[in-house]
């Protein structure tokens, strides 16, 4: 069973450091919404990290305001990972 650590957007801020600019620009606006069947932004999004160090929006389409999720492999950076360990173990 995989866990989900929730995180709070401070804590995201932490997590992407000095490539917050690129997650605020670029992943925020750009999630595919499969009702809309185009990509749009997300909103009123709840984040959490899974078992893996990967970051998940769990929120809705910015168009249609139908469920909207987006998952982001930051497990696979070692950069990233450091830093989501860290938080989940409150440092």
Not at 69 to 86: C, L, S, V
């Amino acid at each position: 069973m995989k866990k989900e650590y929730p995180l709070t957007l401070a804590q995201l801020k932490t997590v992407w450091d000095k490539d917050w600019d690129f997650f605020v620009e670029k992943i925020i606006p750009n999630c595919f919404c499969h009702t809309c069947k185009d990509v749009v932004t997300i909103i009123d999004f709840k984040i959490a990290v899974n078992d893996l160090n990967d970051v998940i929006l769990t929120g809705r389409c910015a168009v249609c305001g139908d469920p909207l999720n987006r998952y982001m492999e930051t497990g696979e950076n070692e950069e990233y990972t450091k830093r989501i360990e860290a938080v989940k173990l409150g440092k």
